[in-house]
């Protein structure tokens, strides 16, 4: 078995929401030399973007594949079998997803495995251990900073587990031009998180306080940035849209609601607010003023406790009074999202072990810390839940069953989204 020499190294990306496409889709291209588009692949679940959504990602002109987990496994078997088999396949799934697939890529058994990469989309403020031991096995780990970096491998260490997968990096999705104020421009952006607050009442505290900051700015822009529309969903349900609750107010002229690719609505910021979104960290990698709102606390829940340190929380009291938070520098430079011109180079690492484990005579057996043996409780339930335990070798489906399946599917993303939500909120009157 001889290592990937390929002049062009083929790269295949699956993720499971259009956040999750954004991330891989950028990870492949900042840590190969892959000179093609990576072919993409979306799984099928209750976070399947709409087209909207991915074109909005910004990232590739070509729309990724919906497939199931045995769809996936199957296209990456068939790619090996006609001489194409992927060198690299990134993972942008939540942890038990990615384990799951790990398995199913052990199963498989290619004459040459793909390099597996994994990593996390933006900010790790939950289930921090939980999530990386569902990835173990991947052969690298990507950290978004050199603090995500430390935490990763003392995870892996204190459970015995080998660390040498973290490897630091950066999030892919950070650039766009430096802050420049422009005469006449004074525009307060809030960007919205699907479940962050999760409460209705948590929802219209942030909804009414944006609005009455509105009126008492008339001369400012105030924008509420949405992720997604109505009958959409991301990475996390939403079940009380902003666009929803705002129809029971009385908005002033300069209060709006804008979609759109968020480096464009940076383009345009003056000061940044949110809770804890991922947004931030694009925010202050461009020297945008940025803001993380206190009124609903500091909590693990709410993920804005991963700013303590950064000179950056405030109230919308203190934000109505005109203050402008500086950030720590030292925290800046540990978030990697300082910047010093070090961004470039912060893939350097993800690169050249790619590159080295291409290189290698073979790659060794995919291995998880979670097996049968340390987990028996626990990965039976995991693996049954995505549907991995249908091997990859079983017969297509027949036209009748693809038409069955397609309508179910249908329904049930029909129940998830919009009679899920309504029954909840009624069990809650």
């Known amino acids: 078995m001889q290592g990937s020499n390929r002049e ?241 107010l009385d908005p002033p002229a300069n209060f709006r609601l804008v979609y759109g690719h968020m480096g464009e609505v940076l383009d345009r910021t003056d000061l940044l607010v949110t809770v804890s979104s991922t947004a931030a960290l694009e925010a202050l990698h461009r020297r945008i003023p940025t803001a993380i709102l206190t009124d609903l606390g500091v909590r693990e829940a709410l993920g804005n406790h991963h700013f303590v340190g950064s000179g950056l929380l405030a109230s919308f009291d203190r934000l109505d009074q005109g203050l402008v938070p500086t950030p720590d520098e030292t925290w800046l430079s540990r978030q990697g999202v300082a910047s010093d011109g070090s961004y470039e180079r912060a893939f350097d690492a993800a690169r050249d072990r790619v590159a080295e484990l291409l290189a290698l005579p073979a790659l060794p057996p995919i291995a998880p810390y979670y097996t049968a043996e340390t987990a028996p409780g626990y990965l039976p339930g995991i693996l049954a839940r995505h549907r991995l335990d249908v091997t990859a070798s079983e017969p297509r489906e027949s036209g009748l069953r693809r038409i069955v399946r397609e309508a179910a599917r249908g329904a049930y993303r029909h129940g998830v989204q919009r009679v899920a939500p309504v029954i909840r909120r009624l069990g809650e009157l």
């Open 8 to 248: 062009a190294v083929r790269v295949a990306v699956l993720a499971d929401s259009d956040t999750r496409w954004k991330w891989g889709a950028l990870t492949a291209r900042r840590i190969t030399t892959a000179t093609a588009e990576p072919t993409g692949f979306v799984l099928r679940g209750r976070a399947t973007p709409t087209a909207r959504q991915l074109a909005e990602t910004g990232v590739s002109t070509t729309a990724p594949r919906e497939v199931t987990g045995a769809e996936f496994l199957r296209a990456v078997r068939d790619a090996e079998a006609r001489g194409e088999g992927y060198d690299v396949v990134v993972l942008a799934l939540v942890g038990g997803t990615v384990r799951a697939v790990l398995q199913g890529l052990a199963d498989l058994g290619p004459e040459r495995r793909p390099v597996i990469v994994t990593g996390y989309v933006g900010v790790v403020y939950e289930k921090l251990t939980d999530g990386l031991l569902l990835r173990h096995g991947a052969d690298v780990v990507l950290a978004n900073s050199r603090h995500d970096a430390e935490r990763f491998r003392a995870v892996y260490e204190g459970v015995g587990a080998g660390a040498d997968s973290v490897v630091e990096a950066a999030l892919p999705f950070l650039g766009g031009a430096p802050y420049a104020p422009e005469a006449g421009r004074d525009t307060l952006v809030f960007a919205a998180q699907p479940s962050v607050p999760a409460t209705r009442a948590e929802r219209a505290h942030v909804l009414r306080r944006l609005i009455s900051h509105a009126r008492l700015h008339p001369g400012r822009e105030v924008l509420l940035k949405l992720r997604s529309k109505p009958g959409e969903h991301t990475t996390h349900l939403e079940e009380f849209p902003f666009q929803k609750l705002v129809r029971e």
